[in-house]
Nanobody, 114 residues
Framework: QVQLVESGGGLVQPGGSLRLSCAAS????????MGWYRQAPGKERELVAH???????NYVDSVKDRFTISRDNAKNTVYLQMNNLKPEDTAVYYC????????WGQGTQVTVSS
């Protein structure tokens, strides 16, 4: 059984920052890739950021130069540092890992509003 626990969401003003964390535990031999999706009300889920085992990353265009994904392999944890947040970043953020089986976190709400 694999479990992903997310933390770090909340309410922040435009221009502010948040750091999301997602810790994986359970029967994990190795993690190939990790990342974050988000889903805003009335919109489809979109891939925000992805990081491979070697450290290479991908971002959706709308968050480039504002968000940074990183991982701590020793802790089976993936992070998403979000700076200069905008109201359009408001969404539920879901982490995932690929082992290569795909596992998901429960989601954490991020609200950007003044």
């Amino acid at each position: 059984q694999v479990q992903l626990v997310e933390s770090g969401g909340g309410l922040v003003q435009p221009g502010g920052s948040l750091r999301l964390s997602c810790a994986a535990s359970g029967s994990i031999f190795s993690i190939n890739a990790m990342g974050w999706y988000r889903q805003a009300p009335g919109k489809e889920r979109e891939l925000v950021a992805h990081i491979r085992s070697g450290g290479s990353t991908n971002y959706v265009d709308s968050v480039k130069d504002r968000f940074t994904i990183s991982r701590d392999n020793a802790k089976n944890t993936v992070y998403l540092q979000m700076n200069n947040l905008k109201p359009e970043d408001t969404a539920v953020y879901y982490c995932y890992i690929a082992t290569p089986n795909l596992y998901w976190g429960q989601g954490t709400q991020v609200t950007v509003s003044s």
